[in-house]
């Protein structure tokens, strides 16, 4: 006889087993790691941020001034929630950081306590002598509003795709590039003051303000698939178009700018998004880069530009495209973040990442500010 006598031993294994995997998948949820995970804390970050970001706009309040909803910010975008390695058992809060070749290590500091970039780097752009335009002290943040632009809430299919981007690896390589492009004049890269300064002296305000605004929002969409000289050309010629007749600006083609160095595959697109932007209209659910680049070239540096080229650093070139509108949001928020603890501004960021990751990216513009190219292209017309 059996020295289990009449026990069945089969059911007593399963049972058994079955014991087992619900202690493992407890501990599992208790321990808060993976990316599938529902109490990892990196989640409950995410969530108590978009809590505090509904009650700070409830009270007419902008996130990003406030600490509390930057400190859930940065828990959410430093976890290991969206590290893939995080998807393998054992991975530690911060797993991200480990893998990568030069982890960033600034503090976590308010905007008000935070360094300048130039404290932080050791170097800082000098501009070059002889120049039209006063181009020093670019590095400020223009006297303007700052404020974030509306985007879309990022669908299903866009968290699948760019969150598993949003890690301590992927911002370092960013801040790299960021640290790299400071001292060629990322910071300095948006400031058009100079240029605003001289429409108000011409002019007087606010009709000089006015003109400088009009000048910015017909140019920059003239940066699709362009050279900043480029765009710089076509859209002075489309901004004189509309000082003789603004209704009719944009009745011009390539066929009659052909030979003109103004024409470009691109032109419809360029001129219907100059018309919208005059007519001050902004869809969420449309393309998000030329109303950003606008917003940063009149001064306001709270939204990012995400172009092709902040996309391909971001993702390591696995994506080469522009951010999509439902797609946007993700791209922006750990770069706003990002730039806060450098002691920077989102746009001064995107820009230093724009000129120090252009090697990578493909960039084909000189790597210098804006103010530097258009003060060049005048200096060699008038000669």
Do not use: C
Request: aromatic content about 8%; glycine content about 10%; proline content about 7%.
């Amino acid at each position: 006889m059996s020295q289990y006598g009449n026990r069945d031993l089969g059911e007593e294994y399963q049972s058994g087993i079955g014991d087992m995997l619900s202690a493992v998948q407890e501990w599992w949820l208790q321990s808060g790691m993976g990316l599938l995970n529902p109490n990892n804390p990196v989640y409950e970050s995410s969530r108590k941020a978009d809590e505090r970001v509904d009650f700070l706009r409830s009270q007419g309040k902008d996130p990003l001034e406030d600490d509390m909803y930057l400190g859930l910010l940065m828990d959410s975008v430093e976890g290991p929630t969206l590290d893939p390695g995080g998807l393998i058992g054992g991975a530690a809060k911060g797993a991200g950081k480990a893998l990568a070749k030069k982890p960033y290590k600034a503090p976590k500091v308010s905007k008000s306590k935070a360094k300048s970039a130039s404290v932080i780097t050791g170097t800082k752009y000098t501009p070059p002598s002889n120049t039209y335009f006063n181009l020093q002290n670019l590095d400020q943040v223009p006297n303007v509003p700052q404020k974030n632009l509306p985007r879309r809430e990022p669908t299903k299919g866009a968290k699948e795709t760019f969150e598993p981007y949003i890690t301590r690896q992927s911002m370092n390589r960013m801040n790299e590039a960021v640290d790299k492009g400071i001292p060629m004049g990322g910071m300095e890269w948006f400031n058009l003051s100079p240029l605003r300064t001289a429409f108000i002296n011409e002019y007087g305000s606010p009709v000089g303000e006015q003109m400088f605004t009009q000048w910015v929002k017909i140019n920059a969409p003239m940066s699709i698939q362009s050279t900043v000289p480029g765009q710089i050309r076509r859209g002075q010629y489309f901004y004189n178009r509309h000082l003789n007749n603004p209704a009719t600006f944009t009745n011009v083609g390539n066929p009659q700018l052909k030979g003109t160095g103004y024409g470009h595959i691109g032109l419809e697109n360029m001129k219907e998004l100059a018309r919208r932007q005059l007519a001050n209209q902004h869809d969420i659910n449309k393309g998000q880069k030329i109303p950003s680049y606008t917003q940063n070239l009149l001064g306001n540096y709270k939204p990012v530009t995400g172009d092709v080229h902040n996309v391909r650093l971001m993702t390591n070139m696995d994506h080469l495209d522009s951010a999509s509108p439902e797609a946007y949001k993700i791209i922006e928020q750990p770069q706003q973040a990002e730039a806060i603890r450098k002691g920077l501004e989102p746009a001064q960021y995107q820009a230093s990442a724009w000129i120090g990751g252009g090697d990578i990216t493909g960039l084909k513009s000189r790597p210098i500010p804006f103010m530097e190219i258009y003060d060049n292209m005048l200096r060699t017309t008038a000669q």
